[in-house]
């Protein structure tokens, strides 16, 4: 049903939205280009060219930041993992099963620097964590969870999954639930066994949700984790937990003097990784919209 | 034969329970022990870190609330949250109608680019943003912030919108048409109305989002006395967190209430978000 | 039609508007508003109270001025100014720290000279020290200041048994013997947090300096006249090394934050702790008063400033880019008037940045002993390394020692090569630090 209208009005319906997405994104995207290739000293500065693409390049800093956000991606394979097999579980509707669920995804409610302030005080080294393992004797897991640029990152990752995996569970569930019930039963009278169901019935069947849900998580990784390590630990200890969009921050916001000149081209590579992402999510999408219909 | 089966079927049972249960116990236990604490003096807290709070001590809540700063943020939180989300409400419901029941050129483009800025990362826009709202004096605003944070949810708005209307039988509309109705009238007699669900999604969402952000505010309300709670709180986290019981009870009321909105609203919440990836 | 009308309605009621707008900018030319963008509550409690009676009495003087006081917070407080100053849109006054949190403003043209706006013979009151100048000019005045150093705890010392010759500990070797009698009673001797960073600052300051020969090395060595990796320039990170290995540092350094840290001392959990001399005040009412001493740093430094005490001014600036710089110098006369000043102490037992303040009112005997470090005390060496440089080599070159990260060594290393990597993406700024090197005596 298309409504017959004069040739402008579409427009006049669309313009406040393209004036603020184009003030915001449309600006920023275009201005972010330009201020890269400048020594900005307040709001402007002169032109030197590549050079703090030079700087960020060569900054160790960086190149930790960027090696840290992609070790982010080992969570990607237990997210998945453990959405799949919990989701499954729900879907089965063992007793209780909604307020299993409510309890689950209560995690991806709670704002991230609630979460982040709570795991800070749960897993310092005389922590609730460390306290409770001694309690059970199992004293040689009692490390420094987040003093240690061993484990730091690690324990970061543990608070993202805690925090993230609801989400995971919720897509996957609402996915299974969409499916035909024939096709379990089917499976069952063929004596598919529960890991078999699982499988070989249900994976395939959600085969695009999980490719979304994955390549979600990647644009999550790369680009919305600055909350976590910011009041988490900061980025320590030393440059552990460094991320991409907390090295923009310092460089921005940190400081008497800011650098926004190599924080924008700090934040065009950013923007550079999560384009080409952008392309597969367009296509997964599509394929999502296919299923659908 | 039947006995094994049944027997392994009822093994099987527990382990699966025993996997629900643990995963949920894990879930809660952060957020119970947030609740415990925060009912405990700290004296109390030192003596067991995990001990069941008793007697229960009240006194956290009514210290963390009387602090006038706190009453700020949770107002600075609250305008930001409800005027964001108003504003990024109606804008999406124009766009999205004027893209479901119109037809122009570059709908295509605009749709796409639409979408794909959901994957821009925020924070490549914060130093271009920071250096134009210096300039045009829009740092520590309310209307600054909400343009960006309207600006942020539009996007996954539209693209929920639009999803739901292309779902609205037609003939509704032709049925309007037919009694006289103008464009807008259409969109807030007939197509509004039936949005209900969608648009209760979106608030939700929305609102979820803005009341969580923290780098936004971070980055562009800079003065004291306009930073929102998840920004007072983290900023601040150092100097009250002497007294672990009484950040723990500020903690709680931060959260509160997304977790009621979530009790309440189950099932738009996960709809939503449900919506926002499924449908395509 | 209607929406032509409609406009019409628009036009007729914006410049009613305007016209109201003139007449009322006119009729209320004397009007003048003071915007001071300021910071100091979290390591001064109570200083916004002090702020507001100094405003009142001012806004009462001035009855055509009102006084916009803007409280930042740590993050803000530095990066806004010179975003603003740039911007043109600066507040009159600005809260700034020494050295380079003032100078580095100063060349980008953000911050006026005082000379002109103050007289003379009150400005030289108005301790700055000599950061806060360049090439003759003072760019700051001081507003309060505080020594800088470490708290112990005398009853733990004595329930430990630290002979009375040791207390507090006057030479490196002397510290060790401490620490070390105190460990064997089981009692943890330093506290100390690295979680957040800011201790970082604290330990470049009160260590560094001691192998320092003048207060123009820590500018060399960023310019590239001396270098970190000289051994010399790093055996602070050595001497903080051996007092963590030798497990004399709380073992959850790295996971607490500064205050965290600092609660374990007030707590009688821990015998010293490094503190500013702001907290002295509920530290004794939180331990008793006769229960805690203060002392510097042990020495064991080779430097000539290594006997030099540390302190701190905290200051004011006035931008250019204000139209009432003389009404913002009033201001900060206003604030070194007898009455203002001695208000600082009476109420908040916080010590002002003016040599008209007569010390002998300081009753509180640690505090009085603070005072004679400020009378002894040299250059804070966090203020005269730029941020690209501190923030990496001492802030998070701190947590990088106790996570064992970095090795001393590899920490000079580091801060070298951070250095290096400033003078490159900043030759603007090159010259300046030479042209302040050169106006620097000691």
Known sequence: MILRTKKFTPYIYLFPAILILGLIYGYSLVRVFDFSTRRIRGITGVFIGLDNYKFVISDPVFRKAVLNNINLFVLIPILVFLAIIISYLLFEQLRGWKVYRGVIFMPYILPIPVVGVIFGYMFTLHGVVNSFLKLVKLDFLAIDWLGSPKFALWTLMIIILWKELGFGIIL??????????????????????????????????????????????????????????YTVTLGGPGDATMVMELFIFNKLGRSQLPMPGIASAASVFLFSGTAVLIFFLFRIRKEIGQEET | MQNTKLLNYNYGNFFKYLLIILASLVCIYPLFWLITVSLKTQAQYLASKFSLPWPLYFQNFISAVDNEKFFLWFMNSGILTVGSVALCTIISLLAAYAIVFMSFRGKQIIMNSIISLMAVPIVVMIVPLYILFVRIHLMSTYPGVILIYSAVCIPFSIYLLTSFFKSLPGELLEAAIIDGCSNLKVLSKVIIPLSGPPVLTLIIVNALWVWNDLLIALVFLPRTDMRTLMVGLTVFKSKFNLDVPLTMAGLLIVSLPMIIIYIIFQRYFIRGLISGALKG | MRSIKLLRVFICLAILFSVCGLIYASDKEEEVTLVFWWWGETELQGLTGWLDDTIAIFEEE???????????????????????????????????????????????????????????????????????????????????????????????????????????????????????????????????????????????????????DSIR????????????????????????????????????????????????????????????????????????RENIGVMKTPTFGVGKLAEKDISYTQGVIISPGSKHKDLAAEF??????????????????????????????????LIRETWNWVENSTIYVGDTIPWAILGEAAYVGCQELFAGMKSPRELGEKAQRLAEQWREQNPDMLQNYFDWLEGLSD
């Open chain 1, 172 to 229: 996957f569930l609402a996915r299974l639930m969409s499916l035909e019930k024939e096709i379990f039963e089917s499976a069952e009278i063929d004596g598919a066994g529960w890991w078999g169901k699982l499988f070989y019935v249900t994976i395939p069947q959600m085969r695009t949700i999980i490719e979304f849900f994955a390549i979600i998580t990647v644009i999550n990784m790369l680009s919305w984790v600055f909350a976590y390590s």
């Open chain 3, 62 to 212: 001035h009855p055509n001025v009102t006084v916009e006081a803007t409280l930042l917070d740590t993050l803000s407080v530095f990066s806004d100014f010179p975003t603003a100053s740039a911007a043109g849109e600066p507040p009159d006054l600005q809260f700034a720290w020494n050295g380079i949190y003032v100078m580095e403003w100063a060349w980008l043209g953000y911050v006026e000279p005082l000379d002109e706006w103050i007289p003379k013979n009150e400005l030289k009151h108005m301790i700055a020290t000599p950061l806060s100048n360049f090439k003759g000019k003072q760019y700051r005045a001081g507003w309060y200041l505080f020594g800088h150093g470490w708290l112990y705890n005398k009853s733990l010392y004595q329930k430990a048994g630290v002979p009375e010759s040791l207390t507090p500990p006057k030479t490196w070797d002397e510290w060790l013997e401490v620490c070390q009698i105190l460990k064997d009673a089981g009692i943890t001797p330093i506290s100390l947090g690295t979680q957040d960073q800011l201790v970082g600052d604290w330990l470049i300051s009160l260590f560094l300096i001691q192998q320092l």
């Open chain 3, 217 to 288: 090395d820590p500018i060399k060595l960023c310019v590239g006249e001396l270098r970190w990796d000289d051994p010399r320039y790093y055996e602070y990170w050595v001497r903080i090394k051996e007092l963590w290995d030798k497990g004399y540092i709380n073992d959850d350094v790295s996971s607490l934050e500064l205050y965290q840290a600092q609660d374990l001392f007030t707590k009688g959990d821990a015998a010293m702790t490094i503190a500013v001399g702001t907290i002295i005040p509920a530290m004794e009412k939180a331990l008793g």
């Open chain 3, 332 to 365: 900060i006369r206003l604030m070194h008037r007898e009455d203002r000043y001695n208000a600082l102490w009476d109420d908040l037992g916080a010590i002002p940045a003016d040599d008209r303040f007569n010390p002998n009112k300081i009753d509180d005997p």
